[in-house]
């Protein structure tokens, strides 16, 4: 009779990419019944995939930090060694890191999902299995701030760490002070950052983890997020399905708004409005209006976020430096069948083809001085 396999699936930050690969850990275990699956995943995200059904152990790997692609090669030479000792039976790499930056196409979970070589069937929503201590912790938390006295509760996400809008602390709490003046509204700042409020309407989110952040979705009326982790813990299956207003920066890095997301993979958009400018006070009247009514706000502040493909000029450059011809090849074929040709496109890998040479001499340089 033949053994089990053993399975390895790399995804190793940042939460709302681990989440998105839950999905694929659930689509592994039905391409391969029965099979021992071990998660490879950053000490600091192993928490997002905490009592996952479809995971049968975690390998916590601290030796890769973010944006370093050294050490991510040599993790993944590592874990081919171990494969080849037969340690593992199959090994699929989802993290977007080194040549699979390729497969990305504006959409950060279609860039996973096509990292793993199989048809992805099973449902799509991340998986995400919260403990009863960690519900009765946000029931409590919801006792002791009175959430059920106000007619509307808005979990605010800011200080996001993927980089996707600056809404700093100062900011959010300047928006949470003037939508607060309404006695019906309570604001639940929600980051990393610890704040101290005299405010009753202004709740510190941040004494709550990201996996209780979803509990308390069941507590709130409505999302302003930034489409990081706490946007996509809400839309899990842990969380209750929120309306959302999300602030992003059309410019960021790496973009992945949510409407091409959901418009992606069939998810209603209905009840999502996009913001493109961080202003504060279109913020907050956008805020107010969705609450009177959504629909009508979202025809009056609804930001179209366009594909811009600037990602693919840093993407070109990155795999340049590592000679990774045939993955720029794949990168462009990809985008390809995704938008069609788009000279927009186009321009970007040829920017990214003549100015990589400038870009490396200046990267090293910087290093050198660095280190002196």
């Known amino acids: 009779m033949p053994r089990n396999k053993k399975i390895l699936l790399v995804q190793l930050f940042s939460n709302g990419d681990c989440l998105y690969a839950t999905t694929i850990a659930r689509q592994i275990k039905e391409d391969y019944p029965g099979c021992h699956l071990t998660w490879a995943i950053a000490g600091f995200c192993k928490s997002i995939i905490a009592n996952n059904p479809f995971v049968d152990e975690v390998m916590e790997v601290d030796s890769v930090e973010k944006n370093d692609e050294s050490a991510f090669r040599k993790f993944i030479k590592d874990i081919n060694k171990r494969k080849s000792a037969r340690e593992f039976d199959e090994v699929f790499i989802t993290h977007i ?18 990292a793993y070589p199989n048809p992805v069937k099973v449902p799509v929503q991340p998986v995400l299995r919260l403990f009863d201590e960690e ?14 006295w106000f007619k509307n509760v808005l979990l605010f996400e800011f200080a996001p760490l993927s980089g996707q809008a600056n809404i700093t602390k100062e900011l959010a709490v300047q928006i949470a002070e003037y939508l607060s003046v309404n006695k019906d509204v309570c604001v639940i700042l929600s980051s ?7 405010n009753e309407n202004i709740i ?26 706490i ?5 899990s299956d842990a969380a209750k399905e929120l309306p959302m207003i999300q602030i992003m920066n059309p410019e960021a890095n790496w973009l992945n708004p949510v409407s091409r997301d959901f418009k992606r993979f069939g998810f209603n958009t209905d009840s999502l409005i996009e913001l493109t400018t961080i202003d504060e006070k279109e913020i907050i009247n956008c805020i107010e209006d969705a609450i009177q009514g959504f629909k009508s706000a979202k025809e009056k502040y609804n930001h179209e976020i366009k594909m811009n493909f600037r990602t693919t000029r840093n993407i070109v450059y990155n795999l340049l430096c590592y000679f990774q011809f045939a993955a720029i090849r794949t990168h462009i074929i990809i985008n390809r069948q995704v938008y069609g040709n788009r000279i ?11 100015t990589a040479p400038f870009k490396l001499i200046r990267n090293v340089f910087r290093k050198k001085i660095f280190k002196k």
């Open 204 to 229: 510190d989110g941040s004494l709550l983890t990201l996996r209780e952040t979803a509990a308390l979705t069941h507590y709130c009326t409505m999302l302003i997020g930034c489409s990081s982790g």
């Open 344 to 354: 927009s496109f186009y321009y970007e890998v040829f920017m990214g083809l003549i």
């Open 97 to 114: 890191s080194g040549k699979y930056q390729a497969y990305y196409d504006g959409s950060i979970r279609s860039t996973i999902f096509r």
């Open 192 to 198: 990393g950052n610890k704040l101290q409020h005299a």
């Open 135 to 148: 519900k009765k912790k946000v029931e409590n938390f919801s006792l002791a701030h009175n959430l059920s």
């Open 231 to 235: 946007t996509w813990v809400s839309t």
